[in-house]
């Protein structure tokens, strides 16, 4: 028998044992279960979703509220059933899922549509998290615009204003980058720091905005009836939206609560983070996020956009540095830099782990770095997604929402039909036909839906059809906003998903897993 030598204690083996370690601390288990021993507690999660959903993206979001001229009472109540809606959709669609398979949402794709599959829906998903982490980076960047005075772009611009902006948004951007590169842990750790401080700072602003309202009325509130007056006939007055603007009503503002991170919950990307939860009820950790960011924050920074509006209606501008720093001085600035990075990176982070696995033999910590630069770029170049944030938003989830109804109908009920879970994974199969057919016929239906008097409009002017009363009718009836359509396309994926399965999986006969 051959003498089996003991290296560890000497000098030429060491350097490979502490790489070892060192990747083992980094390591996010792209490809296998977050182990036992990698599992986070409930804190982790409280400050994750506090910090990532108090961002600065609140800044931009709350003042478009008012630009569509939402009234109080759509507003403040649309946003308590919304909200609540995205917390019951975290715990029950997409954390015992998470706590359950311990994968992340690319690669538990993978066993169920295919490599082929996955990668076109990595790259959508890659593709609208790095755009949004541009707008995070876009309104993290005006926060330079205070000390530098450079141009920034106005509500309506498509393109960069200046080079100053340019300048800025990449100075934002890498540092944002560093953080994301370096993984969750990185993020939470940043997240429970910072996220106290902004929630305050963030109250800050609606405290001393709301006092400016009372102040400029000539108002006492000596009951709630007297802070009702003020909000419905001040501040929330539910007229005529800005021009371009679709006016909102309670519907509006209730969807979007709820849909707003559809790609997370329904849409279940949130599987990547919530992995790493103990136990699934861990999942209302994202009511920290619902009523202290998408509730409170977009409150006050709503409060923000009105009193400028208030001062002078022509003022359009949805500039958070400047509008922060009339309110709150240095610390206003500082927490819209914050509050961008605590969204950005997690961003990039979710960024990085889908283009990771288009790319496998390209490590995590390079790809994010790619999906950085990229971000940045997107931010300098595209200002236009900033300020049309509430349709980016909803297309996002409307594009990944499908892939959501997939996994949940593969986890749960595909086996109580004889069928086959993970069928790509047990047939050797790169594409998984009944998940594609299902993605693109919801997509395509749901496309349709929001254009039809588009559609319409185009059909009669060139000739193809008559205006008719029946054509009206249809344009009236059948068009659904974007902002409605995602819900009920849900039900039709996981319906044409399940259907499409039986008579898929008896065509092509599953082949034992190797391995």
Known sequence: MAKVEDFSNTSVCRPQLEQQEAAAAHEE?????????????????????????????????????????????DFIVGLLVGNALAVISWMLFCAPIATRARLTLYYQLEQICGRKLVTIYNLANGVMFTILAGAMITVSATALGVGFKFEMPGLNDTAPTSVGWVIAVVIVGLLFTICAAYGFKAMCRFANVAAPWMVLVFLTFGIITFKRFMDASQTEIRSLSDLWTLCSTTIWKGGEPLAGRVKFTFWHVMFFAWFCNMAWHIGLSDLTVLRYAKKSWYAIASAAGMYVGHFMAWICASLLFAYQLHLDPTNTNVHAGPMTYETAGLA??????????????????????????????????????????????????????????????????????????????????IRKFGLQSNYALHSGKSFNLAAGLAWLITLTVCTVLVNTTKIADALVARNILADTASLQWIKQHLTIEIFFVSLPGWFVTAILYLLISMVYQKKIRPQPAKG
């Open 332 to 413: 206003g600035v500082f927490c819209v830099v914050i509050a961008g990075w605590t969204t950005a990176s997690p961003t990039m982070y979710r960024a990085g782990l889908a283009f990771q696995a288009i790319m496998p033999k390209r490590s995590r910590f390079a790809v994010t770095w790619g999906i950085g630069v990229c971000s940045l770029i997107a931010a300098a170049v595209f200002p236009v997604v900033t300020m049309r944030l509430l349709d980016f938003v909803a297309i996002w989830g409307l594009i990944l929402m499908p892939m959501g109804a997939v996994i949940f109908v593969d986890f749960w009920i």
């Open 29 to 73: 288990y792209e490809r296998r279960p977050v182990p036992p021993s990698a599992l986070l507690g409930f804190k982790s999660f409280l400050g994750m979703y506090a910090g990532e959903h108090t961002a600065g993206t609140e800044l931009m979001i709350g003042p478009l509220f008012v630009a569509a001229g939402v009234s109080a009472f």
